[in-house]
T-cell receptor, first 112, second 111 residues
Framework: KAGVTQTPRYLIKTRGQQVTLSCSPI?????VSWYQQTPGQGLQFLFE???????NKGNFPGRFSGRQFSNSRSEMNVSTLELGDSALYLC???????????FGPGTRLLVL | GENVEQHPSTLSVQEGDSAVIKCTYS??????FPWYKQELGKGPQLIID?????GEKKDQRIAVTLNKTAKHFSLHITETQPEDSAVYFC??????????FGAGTTVTVRA
């Protein structure tokens, strides 16, 4: 079974721009979670989607948003990029809330 | 919210020796404790997990122990090999979907 895939793998943007990242979960998985990984803050939970509904959100500003489609694929969007948004953005999928999360390779975003 | 502390931040071991990483958590409601291994340029890979109704779990050279009373859990790697060199993260959660991670331990296995 194919793992979690994320596109693009690398991205360079400038301050003020917006960016959309995509995540395709493992086939059959309906829950998708997003995490931000930085050297200073480590791995931090952004939000989780299940059946196209956001079930929980981490402590991030409203510039960070996401959505999930009927095929469970998910996108996250960051508007008005700041230098501090440079990070590895990781997507994880699971069958449901009580199941193990499997991570994708991440999208590395650099904001200049 | 949940706060997970992980120690040590770096660990260097001789090939064949054991490695132990310890984590403590703050929320007594947490009931799921996975461990992830992250290699350079890759996403975290689940290596073992344990739920609160179990005190210990083993998978070949890897074992995890959980002490719910003390709110700490540990990862044990025996007979370490060079391919065990990576960053290891512990995590804790109540509902599984929202993982709170430790800061990570960089493990180096010396040949």
């Amino acid at each position: 079974k194919a793992g979690v895939t994320q596109t693009p793998r690398y991205l360079i943007k400038t301050r003020g721009q917006q960016v959309t990242l995509s995540c395709s979960p493992i086939s059959g998985h309906r829950s998708v979670s997003w995490y931000q990984q930085t050297p200073g803050q480590g791995l931090q939970f952004l939000f989780e989607y299940f059946s196209e509904t956001q079930r929980n959100k981490g402590n991030f500003p409203g510039r960070f948003s996401g959505r999930q489609f009927s095929n469970s694929r998910s996108e996250m969007n960051v508007s008005t990029l700041e230098l501090g948004d440079s990070a590895l953005y990781l997507c994880a999928s699971s069958l449901d809330r009580q199941e193990t999360q499997y991570f994708g390779p991440g999208t590395r975003l650099l904001v200049l | 919210g949940e706060n997970v502390e992980q120690h040590p931040s770096t660990l260097s071991v001789q090939e064949g020796d054991s490695a132990v990483i310890k984590c403590t958590y703050s929320d007594s409601a947490s009931n799921y404790f996975p461990w992830y291994k992250q290699e350079l340029g890759k996403g975290p890979q689940l290596i073992i997990d344990i739920r609160s109704n179990v005190g210990e779990k083993k998978d070949q050279r890897i074992a995890v122990t959980l002490n719910k009373t003390a709110k700490h859990f540990s990862l044990h790697i025996t007979e370490t090999q060079p391919e065990d060199s990576a960053v290891y993260f512990c995590a804790a959660s109540f509902d599984d979907y929202k993982l709170s991670f430790g800061a990570g331990t960089t493990v180096t296995v010396r040949a």
